[in-house]
């Protein structure tokens, strides 16, 4: 059973930035971060590869959101920039040992999930 804990949510103005951490109880193949708002399905924002690096982004924050890993420390980021309102939600850090074929894994596809970790943008 791996353990995921988050860190680094809060409250920040529009257009500010924030950086989130996850930290893994052992390695796992891929990391992703998702977020979800009330009445809203969980989405995957960011994944990235153990092996590989290898990134992938959902189109509502290409560009502003980066998914990085340490790997030596099992720990995954999500650096946020330009930070708007619609980016509030809770936001969770997932990982999985198993192939999907997406480029955003599907949340049927996570075999861990963080505690979730509040991230709020005021305008």
């Known amino acids: 059973q791996v353990q995921l804990v988050e860190s680094g949510g809060g409250s920040v103005q529009a257009g500010g930035s924030l950086t989130l951490s996850c930290v893994a109880s052992?390695?796992?193949?891929?990391m992703a971060w998702f977020r979800q708002t009330p009445g809203k399905e969980r989405e995957a924002v960011g994944r990235?590869?153990?092996?590989?690096?290898?990134?992938y982004y959902a189109d509502s924050v290409k560009g502003r959101f980066t998914v990085f890993q340490d790997r030596a420390a099992n720990t995954l980021y999500l650096q946020m920039t330009s930070l708007q309102p619609e980016d509030t939600a809770m936001y969770y850090c997932?990982?999985?040992?198993?192939?999907?074929?997406?480029?955003?894994?599907?949340?049927?596809?996570?075999?861990?999930w963080g505690q979730g970790t509040q991230v709020t943008v005021s305008s």
């Open positions: 052992e390695s796992i193949y891929w």
């Open positions: 997932a990982a999985s040992d198993g192939f999907d074929g997406a480029r955003l894994p599907p949340v049927q596809y996570v075999k861990y």
């Open positions: 990235v590869y153990r092996p590989t690096h290898n990134t």
